[in-house]
C-alpha cells in the first residue's frame, strides 16, 4: 500500500502518541484504540508545518524586495 493511504485513514492520537485509525462521528475523531479525540496532525507535525508555509512567504518577501 502506497503511504499516502496510510495517512489518509489515521490521524494523531495524543494519548497514544501516534498515528491510529480513528472513528469519525459528526464533531469529531475518535481513537478506536483508546477512545480520545484525534486530530489530522501531531502538534510537532503541525509546527513543522506552519513553519514551511511562513518559510515559503518570507522568502518570496525577501525576493520581491530584492527585484529593484
Ligand atoms: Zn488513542
Redesign the pocket.
Known amino acids: 500500500m502506497p503511504q499516502t493511504d496510510y495517512y489518509k485513514d489515521k490521524k494523531y ?1 495524543p ?2 502518541t501516534d498515528y ?1 485509525r480513528y472513528l469519525q462521528s459528526l464533531e469529531a475523531s475518535f ?1 478506536v ?4 479525540k ?1 486530530r489530522l496532525f501531531s502538534s510537532a507535525d503541525k509546527r513543522a508545518f506552519l513553519r514551511s508555509l511562513q518559510a515559503d512567504k518570507d522568502a518570496r518577501k525577501k525576493g520581491s524586495k530584492r527585484v529593484s
Open positions: 492520537c494519548r497514544c491510529v481513537c484504540t483508546c477512545g480520545a484525534v
